[in-house]
């Protein structure tokens, strides 16, 4: 059995802390205590494998995978882009799900009752498996910007949920997608944890004419990055003996 | 100045949110969409070992259970290992050892059906007791938490397991013990979390 390297430490200072009060929710639900830090065993550099028989054909495309009786109404988009890791290499065959509102800013979810309507024919959720390159695309509808309670008058910018797996517990991650030049991104508690301003910059997705259709479908590239590993090894006794 | 490095850096989290379940198991949210939702069978039918539930609830700093809460598990066959090319040996086919679990949206109570792990090796040698790991995210968790679930029949075990001996402060290591019952023949392991607040879960920069 090959020895297993560990992935690479966290940069908590890219991430949002657990405690940040401007999003209140997380007051609550924050943990006061200290993570406390292991170094990786197997528990964490091995993680659930998935393969084509997990999904369908039409799971990446959510201008279909829920049309009951024509396309959801709302701006035609391709988000494409690759997983990597921090080493850049590409993270292949990786299961990657997405979910967002509609067109009108509205969930297909029974807990949201805000007033925009539901879209017959969008259920807003889609998965995909990343290729060999890491590379992988989803076509859906622009999701709108919505209003939440936090402050009375807080918005969410437009964005789309991602959830990532890679190879290993360790780089299980999910985040949200940004797009380019919402005037709500800076305004927004939620985006406005991640400390580093490089980091929201890293979730918000650009426009990317080259993967335009021509007068059918806009395109948005947003590549993910998870966590390195070390290829290198030199302890002598990581792993059983 | 030195030469630069070139590494990415990984891309920050982002709360789940509380819609979380149209993404990653719309059938709670309230519509059909997939031909099949993932991991709602951890140990699929031809895992040997104990059949066991484990069931809980996610607190947060009021007492309150949160009730849009989602965890994932990912554990070893019975045998300690994992369904991963690194993950020891060979497991049962069907065996995944991952699951997905969603909370009644009224009363934040989950379970999940699986087997008992069994214990896998840790580093330097030392043997793990068996353990499930748990990731939980939802609405106000900025970015997912990691925690281990033990069982309270493995005492020699758990005394000897490298990761709970890590926990200095020794009162804090009983929030990661599940408590076995049994009710009407089925085994079952109650495993409450508290994310904030007296009795505090440990949770793990994994």
Redesign the interface.
């Known amino acids: ?2 020895k ?1 390297a560990e992935y690479y ?3 908590r200072g ?5 405690y ?1 009060p401007n ?1 209140k ?9 200290s ?16 393969g084509h028989d ?1 999904v ?1 054909a039409l ?1 990446h495309d959510l201008i279909k ?2 049309a009951k009786h024509g396309d959801p109404v709302g701006e035609r988009i391709i988000v494409h882009g690759r997983v ?5 290499r590409p993270v292949p065959n990786t ?1 990657v ?3 967002q509102a509609n067109a009108g800013g509205r ?6 009752t805000y007033l925009a309507p539901i879209d017959p024919n969008f ?3 889609g ?1 995909t498996l990343t290729d060999d390159e890491g590379y992988y695309f989803f076509r859906t509808i622009k999701p709108g910007a919505y209003p939440w309670r936090n402050m009375v008058n807080n918005w969410r910018p437009a964005h789309i ?1 991602f ?1 990532v797996f890679g190879a ?3 780089q ?5 997608l940004y797009f380019e030049g919402d005037p709500l991104i800076p305004l927004c508690p ?2 406005q ?2 400390p ?1 301003p ?3 910059d ?2 918000t997705a650009k426009l990317d004419m080259n993967a335009t259709i021509p007068l059918d479908t806009i395109a948005y590239r947003f590549d ?5 590993r070390r290829s290198t090894l030199f302890e002598n ?5 | 100045m030195g030469q630069t490095l070139n590494y990415l850096k990984e891309s920050s989290s982002q709360t789940a949110g509380p819609y979380v379940h149209i993404g990653l198991a719309p059938g709670a949210a309230g519509f059909d969409i997939y031909d099949q939702e993932l991991g709602w069978d951890i140990a699929g039918p031809n895992a040997k070992g104990e059949r066991i539930r484990i069931e809980g609830q996610v607190f947060d700093g009021t007492g309150s259970p949160i009730k849009d809460v989602l965890l994932e598990a990912w554990q070893a066959n019975a045998d300690g290992n994992y369904a991963h090319p690194e993950g020891g040996g060979e497991v049962e086919a069907g065996f995944r050892g991952w699951g997905r679990v969603i909370t009644d949206f009224d009363t934040g109570e989950w379970a999940f059906d699986t087997v008992k792990p069994g214990a896998a090796m840790g580093r330097s040698g030392r043997v793990m007791a068996p353990h499930i790991n748990l990731w939980i995210v939802a609405r106000g968790i900025n970015i997912g938490l990691n925690t281990r679930l033990y069982f309270d029949d493995e005492v020699e075990a758990n005394a000897k397991d490298p990761v709970i001996n890590l926990i200095e402060w020794e009162n804090r290591r009983k929030t990661l013990i599940a408590k076995r019952t049994e009710r009407e023949g089925q085994v079952i392991y109650r495993f409450d979390i508290r994310v904030q607040g007296e009795n505090e879960t440990v949770f793990f920069e994994i």
């Not at chain 1, 969930?107 to 949201?112: I, S």
């Not at chain 1, 299980?172 to 949200?176: D, K, P």
């Open positions: 059995m090959t297993p430490q966290r940069d890219r991430h949002p802390p657990a940040t999003y929710t997380s007051v609550a639900r924050s943990p006061r205590y993570l406390i830090s292991l170094q990786q065993s197997v528990s964490e550099i091995t993680g659930p494998v998935f997990d369908a799971d995978n829920y990597l890791d921090e080493n850049a299961l799900e997405i979910w969930y297909r979810h029974k807990k949201d259920g807003g959720c998965r949920h959830s290993s517990f360790s299980r991650l999910i985040t949200q939620i985006v944890t991640i580093d490089d980091a929201i890293q979730l993910i990055v998870l966590r390195g006794r990581l792993e059983g003996n």
